[in-house]
């Protein structure tokens, strides 16, 4: 058992800049499946592997 132990206040701290963190993130991922809807057509390394299917 640690003799000294955090204060509640930092704990919580952490745990709402974790949470602010984990909300930004999601929004990047939206982000970026969005973009990938929108540029799959001039994904190349998929044509590639779409040709190397087909021999």
Request: aromatic letters at 10%.
């Amino acid at each position: 058992m640690p003799k000294h132990t955090k204060k509640r206040s930092t704990i919580k701290r952490k745990h709402r800049r974790m949470k602010q963190h984990a909300e930004e993130n999601k929004a990047k991922t939206l982000d970026r499946k969005q973009l990938l809807k929108e540029y799959d057509p001039y994904n190349i390394r998929k044509w590639a592997f779409e040709a190397f299917k087909e021999d």
